[in-house]
């Protein structure tokens, strides 16, 4: 059987699972026997499918995974997010679209702490924008900053995602991790400058609201000095004991502070080997390869797949269904895996925002008052989709904003 016969059956497979609406992890799970039966040698594939779901799951790498979870769950629960936001609304004044620009520095230092894009949006979203609402702000401005900060969440670690993609992919999870800080924080000041110049330009879109009278002098900053300096300093706990050589991921993830994701590291483990074994993995890298392209050609046009798919699968089928092609094609042309890597999590990031199936338009949807349409949600994320697809434009022209921290810190 030729690999591209081999390629319909796996791919087309897969594609047919998931439109019966199977689970990612299942759907693999399945293809995965069937391809050990036909391409690993029958009950020897299946032996060999076994010794790679147990040897997957036991890797030491994924297990920040569930630590850094666990960091933005506590956060949430115990009050501390609730106490931050009240801090920065204290030092945060007179600044057009203020309550706007106070759910991104808010979500920003959110995402130095949880390992989930959800649970962001979640929070900021149940509230901030009841709040906005009921202050006359127009309600596409009033989603947009928490959607677009909430998808921030996965570039600056703790980022779950990130060692995921770090562990499947064979990238470096301490420098994907910190890679991503400097994409990401460039993000949440070009969100923070859009919100005061549209807030400047059109005022009818943020009302400038009546401020009690706050605290004067060092008064006004002790909430921020006990609420917030001390998510800061675990962020900064956190990347320092990697960067430094102090402790892996892992057990950085432990100092700051789940059986579907054994079954997707299960399942995208052998079926990289299953494709592999086939000659789908050479065969479509061969093709490519005999174009001759440059990475410059290569690189967005893998990139232009990886938006695509987000507009319709999840981040996690992104990963499992592009990355063992994407990484042998980056191996031969020399390409540098953290910046690739960052490059990726924009990708995934932006499909996070972008319609018809994008995650966090339907968490905004879910916590949004009933009155808000779907149609309204879109489009006020949109706006954060453009300045995402910028930043990966700057990433892609300029790889020292990926590589550079990393190199400087390991350095």
Not at 69 to 82: K, P, R
Not at 183 to 193: D, K, R, Y
Not at 308 to 324: A, E, K, N, R, Y
Request: glycine residues 12%; hydrophobic residues 60%.
């Amino acid at each position: 059987m030729g690999w591209i016969e081999a390629s319909l059956i796996l791919f087309g497979g897969l594609v047919a699972l998931m439109s019966l609406g199977l689970s990612v992890a299942f759907g693999f799970l399945a293809i995965n026997v069937v391809g050990a039966l036909i391409f690993l040698g029958g009950e020897q594939g299946l032996s060999q499918l076994a010794r790679n779901a147990v040897q997957s799951v036991t890797s030491f790498s994924l297990t920040p995974i569930p630590f850094f979870v666990l960091m933005g769950e506590v956060l949430f629960h115990s009050g501390v997010a609730l106490k931050a936001i009240d801090a920065f609304a204290l030092l945060i004044r007179r600044v057009p679209g203020r309550l706007a620009v106070i759910a991104i520095v808010a979500g920003t230092v959110f995402s130095a702490i949880s390992g989930s894009t959800i649970a962001t949006t979640a929070l900021l979203g149940s509230l901030l924008l009841p709040a906005m609402l009921d202050r006359g702000y127009d309600k596409r401005f009033a989603m947009g900053p928490i959607m677009g900060i909430g998808g921030v969440d996965m570039l600056i670690p703790p980022s779950a995602l990130a060692v995921l993609l770090g562990s499947l992919a064979g990238i470096s999870i301490s420098g994907l991790l910190i890679g991503g800080i400097v994409p990401g924080l460039i993000l949440s000041v070009l969100f923070v400058g859009y919100i005061v110049l549209r807030a400047t330009i059109d005022p009818s879109l943020a009302p400038e609201q009546h401020l009690e009278q706050s605290p004067a002098g060092l008064r006004r900053w002790i909430p921020f000095l006990i609420h917030v300096l001390p998510l800061v300093l675990i962020f900064g706990m956190v990347v320092g004991a990697m960067t430094a050589g102090w402790a892996t991921p892992t057990e950085a993830a432990a100092l700051g502070a789940t059986g579907t994701i054994l079954f997707i590291i299960m399942g995208a483990t052998t079926f990289s080997q299953v494709l592999s074994f086939s000659g789908a993995t050479n065969g479509i890298v061969g093709l490519v390869s005999a174009q001759g392209l440059s990475a410059n050609i290569v690189v967005p046009g893998m990139m232009a797949i990886l938006l695509l798919l987000g507009c319709f699968v999840d981040q996690v089928s992104m990963m499992l269904i592009t990355l063992p092609f994407f990484m042998p094609l980056i191996a031969q042309l020399g390409v540098d895996p953290i910046w690739f890597g960052v490059l990726f999590l924009i990708c995934m990031q932006l499909g996070l925002l972008t319609p018809p199936f994008g995650l966090l338009l339907f968490t905004m949807k879910g916590v949004a008052p009933p009155g808000i349409a779907m149609n309204d949600v879109f489009r006020s994320a949109l706006p954060y989709v453009w300045f995402g697809l910028l930043v990966l434009a700057l990433v892609f022209c300029w790889p020292p904003l990926a590589t550079w921290l990393p190199l400087l810190l390991g350095s």
